[in-house]
C-alpha cells in the first residue's frame, strides 16, 4: 500500500500542480482525508488553494530547515478534508541552504513521519527540477505520480527523471514505485497528441492511467480564484476528468506492491 505520493517531472508547466490540486481536493471531497505538501518554490499549489504565500510563517521550508513539527505548518483549505503545507517566501533559498545539512535528503521523510498516518493519502507537489527539493519528496514518497503533457519533447526527460527515481531506489528508499503515469493536456482531434500518447503507453505499458486530462480551460482558471476545480465548478470537463483520475490513483495507492 502507498500512503505518500509525490506527483514529479522536472520538465516544467506539464500539469504537476494542477494535479495534485485537483487530485487531493477531489479525494477529499470524497471523504479521504488528504494532505498536500507544496515543495514547489514557486507556491502554485497554495495560492492554487487560496493561500498567499508571501503570508506563509510556517511552510515547507521552516519544517525543512528550522525544524518546525509539520503540524505546525498545517493549513486548512476551503475543502473540508483537505490540509495543506503551504510553500512560503522562503522556499526560494532552500534549494542552496539545504545543501550543507546533514541528512539532507531524508528531511520530509521525518517530518512527514509522526503524522502521515493521520491521512488517507499524501501528495506532494514537486518543483520542476531534479533538485534536492525534488529528492525530498522521493524519499519520503512511496509512489510517484508522474504527468506528461502530450505534446512534442514529451518524452524528453523522462528517461532523466526514471533514472533519478532508479538512484533514489538503489540509496535511500528502496520502496519507491512509479504509481503511475497520467498524460495531461491531451488534446484528442491533433495527430500529435494521439502519437505521443502512443509512445508514452508502448514505453509505460500498464503504467498509464487510463484517463487522460483533456485541456480544458475551467482548470487554467480556477486556480486564479484560489479554488480546486470541483469547488470552482464541478461539472466541468476538468471536474469530471480529475475526479475518475483521483479515484484511479486511489485505487492504485491501496491495491500497491512494491515493482522490481
Ligand atoms: N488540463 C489542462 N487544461 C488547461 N490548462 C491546464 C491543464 N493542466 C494545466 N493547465 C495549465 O497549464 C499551466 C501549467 O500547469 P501546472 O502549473 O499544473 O504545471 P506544473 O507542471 O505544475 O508547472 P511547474 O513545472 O511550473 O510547477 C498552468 O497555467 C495550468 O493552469
Ligand atoms: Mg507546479
Redesign the pocket.
Known sequence: MVRVVAVA?QK????????AVNVAASLAQGGERVLLVDM?P?A?ASSGLGIDPRRVASGTYEVLLEGVPIAHAFRRTAVPNLTVVPAGPDLAGAEIELVGREGRETLLRQALEAEKDRFGLVLI?C??SLGLLTVNALVAAEGVLI?IQCEYYALEGVSQLLNALQRVKQGLNPELMVLGILL??FDGRTNLALQVADQVKRAFRGRVLRHA?????R??EA?SHGLPIGLYDGRSR?AEIYAEVAKEVLVRARGATPLG
Open positions: 517531472n516544467g508547466g506539464v500539469g504537476k500542480t494542477t494535479t514547489d514557486q502554485n507537489d518543483p520542476p504527468p495531461t493536456m486530462v483533456p485541456r480544458n480551460v482548470l487554467s486556480p476538468g
